[in-house]
């Protein structure tokens, strides 16, 4: 039985990271890895991966609504990766709500080398007017992407922004 199947990120190109993803490998910090189950609190759980073709993908009614309100209230921007304090403030905010594989800061997890892997990481962050209120990190290969992280300001939860990070 394999329990983690871990491998180093060095040197990874796009399409072999989309290869490892539709087989269940998620990008950590310097490796990529792969677990049939997870230890959380002295339980064990089965791990599910969730995929689905984006091109097929058509939202429900809630969704375009959620979408459409929140275009229309919030900017967001794509870009590269970066840490700051606000960001990593937000991380803060977050860390008692991760049960395994907790890093000290943000900057552990997405500035770690990645050692001349291929992989596009991009930033999607979301702004009520100046004030960052959530930030979504996102890995893409050649024709796949992986969802890192979100983080968000608990005053905005009944936004949704996770879920509307991932439907932009």
Same mark, same amino acid.
């Given at each position: 039985?394999?329990?983690?199947?871990?491998? =180093?990120?060095q040197? !990874?190109?796009?399409?072999?990271?989309?290869?490892?993803? %539709?087989?269940?490998?998620?990008?950590?910090?310097?490796?990529?890895y792969?677990? /049939?189950?997870?230890?959380?609190?002295?339980?064990?759980?089965?791990?599910? #991966?969730?995929? +689905?073709? @984006?091109?097929?993908?058509?939202?429900?009614? &809630?969704?375009?609504?959620? +979408?459409?309100? #929140?275009? #229309?209230? +919030?900017? !967001?921007?794509?870009?590269? =990766?970066?840490?700051?304090?606000?960001?990593?403030? $937000?991380?803060?905010?977050? *860390?008692?709500? +991760?049960?395994?594989?907790?890093?000290?800061? $943000?900057?552990?997890? $997405?500035? %770690? =080398?990645?050692m001349?892997?291929?992989?596009?990481? *991009? /930033? !999607?962050?979301?702004?009520?007017?100046?004030? !960052?209120?959530? @930030? &979504?990190?996102?890995?893409?290969?050649?024709?796949?992407?992986?969802?890192?992280?979100?983080l968000?300001? =608990?005053?905005?939860?009944?936004? %949704? $922004?996770?879920?509307?990070?991932?439907?932009?």
């Amino acid at each position: 039985m394999m329990l983690v199947q871990t491998a =180093p990120i060095q040197g !990874l190109r796009r399409a072999d990271y989309d290869a490892l993803l %539709s087989m269940g490998w998620f990008r950590g910090t310097g490796i990529i890895y792969r677990s /049939e189950v997870v230890c959380i609190d002295e339980q064990v759980y089965g791990i599910r #991966n969730i995929r +689905f073709p @984006v091109h097929a993908f058509s939202m429900r009614r &809630s969704h375009a609504k959620l +979408f459409r309100k #929140n275009m #229309n209230r +919030f900017t !967001l921007r794509v870009g590269t =990766p970066r840490v700051d304090a606000r960001r990593e403030e $937000l991380y803060r905010g977050h *860390m008692h709500r +991760f049960k395994a594989f907790v890093h000290e800061t $943000l900057e552990d997890i $997405l500035l %770690s =080398p990645r050692m001349g892997a291929e992989i596009d990481a *991009m /930033e !999607l962050s979301v702004y009520d007017g100046e004030k !960052l209120v959530a @930030v &979504s990190y996102i890995d893409a290969g050649e024709s796949s992407m992986a969802s890192i992280l979100c983080l968000y300001d =608990p005053a905005y939860a009944r936004y %949704s $922004l996770g879920t509307f990070t991932m439907l932009f």
